[in-house]
């Protein structure tokens, strides 16, 4: 399966209306509140000799991190925006980026044929994705790891729609930075609690260890404190 066309628009038209600023999009936090701890979880389990592909990269800025820990690092996201940026940021080519539908089955089993096994890195992807494409996002993961790659995914919790609704009740709205997802369509969180375990199990992922974390954003709450969302981490690998 694809994704909506109208689902891949709303990305399209949030990454084109993006500039090409650090910290913009309000999850394009710095490597050191992201990447950094993440991997210092994934690598006792992974072999760092294979490559690392980070699925959703948005504009690269975990991507361009995580080429410093692993052997190759690609950035794949479904905006061609996006990897646009990507591409721009990269100004010493350590990363490498391509646009791909997480949802096109043979456009992932292409890219694992072309790259062997594979380390997965997913941050916040499967939450926003629509419901009928979730499934397939999973099975995307498991079919880039092969036998051989380690996946880390942290998603959102419901938690964070009450830290988002929290974040709306200033004077103002929405601060800037989160008015633009929702103007474009983009729904954060929508996932349940046991969704996302339940999908990992249902794409043959088994999880090799798992907690609670929160995703910093790079924008604050009404009282001036960073908004960090509350989210579930998993180190994966094939069952």
Not at 39 to 46: D, G, M, Q, T, V
Not at 60 to 89: C, E, K, M, N, P
Not at 150 to 176: H, I, M, N, W, Y
Request: glycine residues 8%; aromatic residues 6%; hydrophobic residues 45%.
């Amino acid at each position: 399966m694809d994704v909506s066309q109208g689902y891949r628009e709303a990305w399209e038209g949030f990454w084109a209306a993006t500039s090409d600023a650090p910290g913009e999009a309000i999850w394009d936090a710095d490597p050191s509140l992201s990447a950094v701890p993440h991997s210092e979880l994934l690598l006792p389990y992974a072999d760092a000799s294979l490559p690392v592909v980070d699925l959703g990269c948005g504009n690269g800025t975990q991507t361009r991190y995580l080429a410093t820990r692993f052997a190759r690092a690609i950035g794949v996201d479904l905006s061609h925006a996006a990897i646009g940026h990507a591409r721009r940021a990269d100004t010493e080519g350590v990363a490498e980026f391509a646009q791909l539908d997480l949802a096109d089955g043979d456009a992932v089993r292409a890219l694992h044929e072309r790259i062997g096994d594979a380390n997965v890195y997913m941050r916040a992807v499967i939450h926003q994705s629509e419901a009928e494409a979730r499934p397939a996002v999973a099975a995307a993961v498991a079919t880039l790891l092969g036998a051989r790659g380690r996946a880390f995914v942290a998603e959102l919790t419901p938690a964070s729609r009450t830290v988002l609704q929290q974040a709306s009740q200033g004077p103002d709205g929405p601060p800037k930075k989160l008015r633009r997802v929702y103007d474009h369509g983009l729904k954060p969180a929508g996932a349940t609690e046991e969704e996302v375990p339940e999908l990992l199990r249902a794409a043959g992922l088994t999880t090799l260890d798992s907690g609670d974390t929160a995703l910093p954003q790079t924008e604050q709450l009404p009282d001036g404190t960073r908004i960090d969302l509350p989210a579930r981490w998993f180190v994966l690998a094939a069952a």
